[in-house]
């Protein structure tokens, strides 16, 4: 069964700073990669996908990286700001399309 | 990206009770929806998947009587909490994609129920 593990479980950074999330996950066979941003009591927002095919994805200050041989990817998020705070989690589709392992997140906080 | 909508926000029922959620994809067409559940400080679990037309596949450990799944339309699905109990409580996420291959899986935002 894939496992999915995101570390660190929470981060707080001063406002500006560079960071890097990690996800990594176990079985290699996995259709796509999704990072997620989640907001205190609400949904999921989708950030970036990264197909299996590919090794990145870039978005305004954020770029995903993907090894999938090593099973993991990375978030990183350049000039953080403390609208950044929010809870990342990072899902790959394995087994069969349309089923997506979580990990449990990391609970980032940028400080003004 | 795509808009899905998730109604209502937060709900409370009493014990017993039935409780239904809708989750509408707003601007395309949902061929496959999906129901977590999501516990505090914890990830999601998927409940179940559903596509269009089709009776609901569940995971393993959901009880499909309870948790009961309709997708009748392309653009909406609807999670029935029947006979609801205090631990029913929790927060659940829909999620909608158009089952094209290597395309995003798009959020509602949430349900927040409480049995009480």
């Known amino acids: 069964k894939q496992e999915v593990t995101q570390i660190p479980a929470a981060l707080s950074v001063p406002e500006g700073e560079n960071l890097v999330l990690n996800c990594s996950f176990t079985?290699?066979?996995?259709?796509?990669l999704q990072w997620f941003r989640q907001d205190p009591g609400k949904g999921l927002t989708s950030l970036l996908l990264?197909?299996?095919?590919?090794r990145e994805q870039t978005s305004g200050r954020l770029n995903a990286s993907l090894d999938k041989s090593s099973g993991r990817s990375t978030l990183y998020i350049a000039a953080s700001q403390p609208g950044d705070s929010a809870t990342y989690l990072c899902?790959?589709?394995?087994?069969?399309?349309?089923?997506?392992?979580f990990g449990s997140g990391t609970k980032l906080n940028v400080k003004p | 990206g795509a808009v899905v909508s998730q109604h209502p926000s937060r709900v409370i029922c009493k014990s017993g009770t039935s409780v239904k959620i809708e989750c509408r994809s707003l601007?395309?067409?949902?061929?496959?929806m999906f129901w977590y559940r999501q516990f505090p400080k914890q990830s999601l679990m998927l409940m179940a998947t559903s596509n269009e037309g089709s009776k609901a596949t569940y995971e393993q450990g959901v009880e499909k009587d309870k948790f009961l799944i309709n997708h009748a339309s392309l653009t909406l699905s609807t999670l029935t909490v029947t006979s609801a109990h205090p631990e029913d409580s929790s927060f659940y996420i829909c999620?909608?994609?158009?089952?094209?291959?290597?395309?995003?899986?798009?959020f509602g935002q949430g349900t927040r129920l409480t049995v009480v």
């Open positions: 899902a790959v589709e394995a087994d069969n399309f349309n089923k997506f392992y």
């Open positions: 999620s909608a994609r158009t089952g094209a291959l290597n395309t995003e899986a798009f």
């Open positions: 079985d290699s066979a996995i259709y796509n």
């Open positions: 601007d395309f067409q949902a061929t496959t």
């Open positions: 990264i197909q299996s095919s590919q």
